[in-house]
């Protein structure tokens, strides 16, 4: 298969394999510190799908097997997020190693799944692939899967609190966007969708 690719393909491939391979190291390395229960078990899964996700794409790669990508399934079901501040704690960076806390880590995690969401998204925007593409596509899903998995964590711990507008602004900001109307002078019909299809795909064939 890997005749069949193009080079900026082969370079997000790369990219993105190559950051799977650090973040399973990361949290590997992570994983021992970890205090809190139920952030273990969050790490313990996330790792298992981490490492069983990275196979599959690189079996799509070679052809070996299947290939497709599972989407994720958190441990536990989501529930409503709290808002508002709370008396939230100082943060600043550590002067030890040993002075990690599950606060910590599950930031570390949670940036982990947004830079390897926001990587993968852009990967398959530059796939012409379309096994590759829709892998990691579903990839940057699962990596926004486990971050908000890790997020709901934080919030229930205090750790990453949401502050709020004064409820007269947000709901001022919200009515800022009304319903768009129906545009005029586009073609709805099947015909006119298939008028739209035979336009020129140059624009210098339009001033011909």
Same mark, same amino acid.
């Given at each position: 298969m890997? /005749?069949? =690719?193009? &080079?900026?393909e082969?370079?997000?491939i790369?990219e993105?394999?190559?950051?799977?391979?650090?973040?399973?190291? #990361?949290?590997?390395?992570l994983?021992?510190?970890?205090?809190? *229960?139920?952030?273990?078990?969050?790490?313990?899964? *996330?790792?298992?799908f981490?490492? !069983?996700?990275?196979?599959? =794409?690189?079996?799509l790669?070679?052809?070996?097997?299947?290939?497709?990508?599972a989407?994720?399934?958190? %441990?536990?079901?989501?529930?409503?997020?709290?808002y508002?501040?709370d008396?939230?704690?100082?943060?600043?960076?550590?002067?030890s190693?040993?002075? =990690?806390?599950?606060?910590?880590? /599950?930031?570390? %995690?949670l940036? =982990?799944?947004?830079?390897?969401?926001?990587?993968?998204?852009?990967?398959?925007?530059?796939?012409?692939?379309?096994?590759?593409?829709?892998?990691?596509? #579903?990839? /940057?899903i699962?990596?926004?899967? #486990? &971050?908000y998995?890790?997020?709901?964590y934080?919030?229930?711990?205090?750790?990453?609190?949401?502050? !709020?507008l004064?409820?007269?602004?947000? *709901?001022?900001?919200?009515?800022?966007?009304?319903?768009?109307?129906?545009?005029?002078?586009?073609?709805?019909?099947?015909?006119?969708?298939?008028w739209q299809q035979? *336009?020129?795909?140059?624009?210098l064939?339009?001033? #011909?």
């Amino acid at each position: 298969m890997a /005749a069949n =690719l193009g &080079a900026h393909e082969v370079m997000e491939i790369h990219e993105v394999l190559n950051g799977t391979v650090d973040a399973i190291n #990361q949290l590997q390395l992570l994983r021992p510190r970890v205090r809190d *229960q139920r952030l273990a078990q969050i790490l313990d899964h *996330q790792l298992q799908f981490a490492v !069983t996700g990275y196979n599959s =794409l690189v079996d799509l790669l070679h052809r070996q097997g299947a290939g497709q990508a599972a989407p994720y399934r958190a %441990v536990k079901n989501a529930i409503q997020p709290t808002y508002g501040l709370d008396h939230p704690g100082t943060v600043s960076p550590n002067t030890s190693p040993d002075q =990690l806390d599950d606060r910590d880590i /599950a930031s570390i %995690v949670l940036g =982990l799944h947004k830079a390897s969401a926001a990587k993968k998204i852009f990967a398959a925007l530059e796939c012409a692939n379309p096994d590759i593409r829709r892998a990691m596509q #579903q990839g /940057a899903i699962n990596c926004a899967e #486990q &971050a908000y998995e890790v997020w709901q964590y934080m919030n229930e711990q205090g750790f990453y609190q949401v502050p !709020t507008l004064k409820e007269v602004t947000t *709901q001022t900001m919200s009515n800022i966007y009304q319903p768009a109307g129906t545009p005029q002078n586009v073609p709805t019909s099947p015909s006119g969708v298939q008028w739209q299809q035979h *336009q020129p795909q140059n624009i210098l064939d339009t001033l #011909q």
